[in-house]
């Protein structure tokens, strides 16, 4: 990041409130952090609360726009970039069969002839399913894991359904493809050419990074409870950065012995779906880069796909697909936003409207989201890291009424970057 970028930022950043935690949508909430920025270089942050609590309550460490969290499934939208970039160096095809990439036959056993593409891993159209799992340890082989709870009663191609367990294959498959471990060649693809000091689970991410990572937190042991607004905050992930010294999952008693992976075998291992650890203001520069690209990352015709939506096919059941919150992908693998300000669906600002691709995220208690508008020249990146109760559902839409909040303090901003945009566009 440009040195001034980052000097600005820092400058406009609202401090933490020393000792006490803040509240957003009806919810006190560990600590939270969000940046607004235009791709002419405004900007508008802020946050608060804690990176890290004390065994009393009181912040240990302030969070800041800076701080490095676990941003969840806005972790997909990087192993997307990834894999554009290996389809613009010629190594493959978003329309491929998937198969061809992976080494080993990927198909729903209830269509053993229909190709599942990459594309479609992308889009949740691939009739994958969570239910088998996503995530498995070191030593297993993650083709050996795919059951009959792997795959949805839909043929490929034919319905939206949400599940993370593509992009723990596309994983494996980036690492068939360019023979490295998944954490490696997600830093040669994307995170070394942005300039960005962010990893998955922690691996490659330099000392201090690590030592300043946000833990995440729920007033419950778990999401299953029992909650308790008045009681201690129980630590859900990164207390220990990486768990255990080790930056995969472990069969009970296994050594976390990594020079004996093959890649191409366990593309979960490195949590694909949500592993990303990276700081808000840094989610946001990545974003902007989006906007500002000259071509040497990505082409302009590749970024023109990733902000292209298309409607998403018939809702299948998944547990994690909500038609309402999910309307339009693009056509690149991003989660879009309609635009149009109704209530009920993807508008959190509702009625003011809200443009734009990007992800959304949410596990063990945190919520984030990466939202870029080509149209307007606008980013916005966020994340709050726990809740003291369950989240309430939104006012004004699928969202969290948390993040609806947390929005509404740069919704202002926005409006003022859209209208700045809209007055310069030239007359039709």
Wanted: with cysteine; hydrophobic share 40%.
């Amino acid at each position: 990041m440009h040195p001034l970028i980052a000097a600005l930022l820092m400058a406009m950043a609202t401090p933490a409130g020393a000792g006490v935690l803040p509240a957003l949508g009806g919810v006190e909430v560990p600590g939270y952090a969000v940046v607004a920025a235009s791709r002419s270089g405004k900007m508008r942050t802020e946050a608060a609360g804690a990176a890290e609590l004390g065994p009393d309550g009181s912040i240990k460490r302030p969070m800041s726009i800076e701080t490095p969290v676990r941003i969840a499934s806005v972790s997909k939208l990087v192993v997307a970039l990834a894999l554009h970039r290996l389809a613009e160096s010629g190594r493959l095809s978003l329309d491929d069969d998937a198969s061809r990439h992976l080494g080993w036959r990927l198909r729903n056993p209830a269509f053993p002839d229909t190709p599942v593409t990459i594309r479609q891993m992308l889009r949740h159209e691939s009739s994958l399913s969570d239910g088998g799992g996503y995530g498995f340890p070191l030593g297993a082989r993650l083709r050996d894991r795919l059951t009959a709870e792997s795959w949805s009663a839909a043929a490929p191609g034919t319905r939206f359904d949400y599940a993370n367990l593509n992009h723990a294959i596309l994983g494996e498959l980036i690492e068939h493809v360019t023979g490295q471990r998944f954490d490696r060649a997600i830093r040669e693809l994307v995170l070394a050419p942005l300039q960005l000091d962010a990893c998955f689970n922690w691996s490659g991410c330099s000392p201090a990074r690590i030592g300043s990572g946000a833990v995440i937190y729920r007033k419950a042991p778990s999401s299953d409870g029992p909650w308790n607004a008045a009681g201690p905050w129980f630590a859900q992930v990164d207390a220990e950065r990486p768990r255990a010294g080790c930056p995969v999952n472990l069969v009970d008693g296994g050594a976390c012995n990594l020079e004996t992976y093959v890649p191409g075998t366990n593309g979960s291992l490195f949590s694909p779906p949500g592993g990303l650890r990276i700081s808000v203001l840094d989610l946001a520069e990545l974003g902007r880069r989006l906007l500002l690209d000259d071509g040497s990352f990505l082409a302009r015709q590749t970024i023109a796909s990733l902000f292209r939506p298309m409607a998403v096919k018939a809702a299948g059941g998944g547990e994690e697909t909500d038609a309402g919150l999910m309307q339009f992908w693009s056509e690149g693998g991003l989660h879009c936003f309609s635009g149009g300000g109704k209530a009920g669906g993807d508008q959190p600002l509702s009625p003011a409207p809200m443009y734009g691709c990007g992800h959304l995220g949410e596990a063990y208690g945190l919520q984030s989201g990466l939202i870029v508008d080509p149209q307007h020249g606008t980013v916005v990146a966020y994340a709050f890291t726990g809740s003291s109760a369950p989240p309430p559902p939104g006012l004004r839409s699928r969202f969290s009424a948390p993040e609806e909040a947390l929005l509404a303090q740069v919704g202002d901003w926005l409006r003022a970057r859209q209208t700045e945009a809209n007055a310069a566009a030239p007359a039709s």
